[in-house]
């Protein structure tokens, strides 16, 4: 069933890239890396949350890190 979910992400990014690609003029190469880079960060990061949806959000790793720091504090 992960797959299933996988391919349509890989069809949406894939239209996505479809559409905006020829809409960025041939002279704006800096825009154009960007953007590929940016879809491809997304890309992967949707595929890796399809494959294990329990990985910890950014929140848990602050509150990690800031936790101790915060009973310290207290004291």
């Not at 399809?50 to 959000?57: E, K, Q, S, T």
Request: zero cysteines.
């Amino acid at each position: 069933m992960k797959i299933v979910f996988i391919l349509g992400t890989l069809v949406l990014v894939a239209l996505i890239f479809l559409y905006e690609w020829p809409r960025i003029n041939r002279t704006q190469k800096k825009e154009k890396v960007v953007f590929v880079v940016l879809l491809s960060l997304g890309t992967i990061l949707a595929i890796v949350l399809i494959w294990n949806p329990d990985l910890p959000g950014p929140t848990q790793m602050v509150d990690y890190i800031y936790k101790p720091l915060g009973r310290m504090m207290e004291k």
